[in-house]
Nanobody
């Protein structure tokens, strides 16, 4: 069974930067979208950024201009560059792949990002 594995989280001061990466443990074909979600304690998981197979991107309003999502199609990896981090960015971040042949959704186990004020 293929799993997604996130890396790059940790503790950073407000105004700092982190880069998250996500890789699959095996081959995944026909990936439609790669996304990053986050979840704060007591809150619903929310979409942070998404990139499609044509490298089109979309971002949550709260991170526009600060975060950048990118993908390496050859290696099926996705990254999230997070700049000008704020304490409210503190959350567990999850990567997500949606494939269409066969249709299936993959999730990572989550990685903690903590931004101190």
């Amino acid at each position: 069974q293929v799993h997604l594995v996130e890396s790059g989280g940790g503790l950073v001061q407000a105004g700092g930067s982190l880069r998250l990466s996500c890789a699959a443990s095996g081959s995944i074909f026909s990936i439609l979208t790669m996304s990053w979600y986050r979840q704060c304690p007591g809150k619903q998981r929310e979409l942070v950024a998404v990139i499609n197979s044509s490298s089109g991107t979309n971002y949550a309003d709260s991170v526009k201009g600060r975060f950048a999502i990118s993908r390496d199609a050859a290696n099926n990896t996705v990254s999230l560059q997070m700049n000008s981090l704020k304490p409210e960015d503190t959350a567990v971040y999850y990567c997500n792949y949606n494939a269409y042949r066969p249709m299936r959704t993959y999730w990572g186990q989550g990685i903690q990002v903590t931004v101190s004020s």
